[in-house]
């Protein structure tokens, strides 16, 4: 190898050390103190929903952990409570674990999950002091009374990272029939209401305007 390239890649990293970018604008950012905006469909630490009157959307059905290629969910359903229900159906998650070491974030358990219990956060910065901490629980997973994920002592929440849970899904054009943009075919979340369909496929780009499906309507 020529000595002038070895010369010409310090010329590029000392380039770039005050002009970051093509535009000339200095991109670095402070972190951790300082983060980047995420994309809208970032996926990141999963979060077990309740409907907004508290009750789990969980069933306890298990096709999260049927579909994962990574084989790192553990679900187990039980028979609820008759006088006092933990879902509105039959069953609920009465075990549910997420294996964070053999996670691969492919979000296929949201798509899976028939009742969007299961979505993915905008939080991927969180480590563990042992392998013990990488198993989440239950009620590690499940919200809080307030509908709001849990922060845990080795997770680094920001401001927005659980507003916008696993936003692709709520994509409104399946099987890219456009008779169904903006329509939305989910239910309300405790502590978030009926979140809107991904700004992109919104009518007319305002997400006011969006429409719901009548239950008459409600695509499954």
Request: aromatic share 10%.
């Amino acid at each position: 190898m020529s000595i002038l390239n070895f010369f010409k890649g310090f010329a590029v990293t000392f380039g770039k050390l005050n002009h970051a970018s093509k535009s000339g604008k200095v991109v670095t950012t402070e972190y951790p103190e300082e983060k980047r905006s995420k994309p809208a469909r970032l996926h990141g630490r999963h979060v077990l929903n309740k409907y907004e009157d508290g009750m789990e959307k969980c069933i306890g059905c298990e096709l999260c952990a049927s579909v994962c290629p990574a084989n790192c969910i553990y679900v187990r359903g039980a028979d609820n409570d008759l006088e006092n229900p933990t879902s509105p159906g039959e069953r609920f998650g009465f075990i549910y674990e997420i294996n964070y070491l053999r996670c691969i974030h492919c979000d296929l358990c949201v798509e899976a999950c028939p009742t969007q219990a299961i979505t993915e956060t905008k939080l991927f910065e969180f480590s563990f002091m042992d392998r013990e901490q990488a198993i989440y629980t239950k009620d590690e997973l499940v919200v809080a009374d307030d509908g709001k994920p849990q922060n845990l002592p080795w997770e680094d929440w920001r401001q927005g990272e659980d507003e916008h849970t696993s936003e692709w899904m709520r994509a409104t054009s399946p099987s890219g029939s456009a008779d169904f943009v903006g329509l939305v075919q989910w239910a309300g979340e405790l502590g978030y209401g009926t979140r809107k369909p991904e700004s992109s496929q919104q009518p007319n780009k305002s997400s006011e305007t969006a429409p719901e499906l009548s239950p008459e309507e409600e695509v499954h």
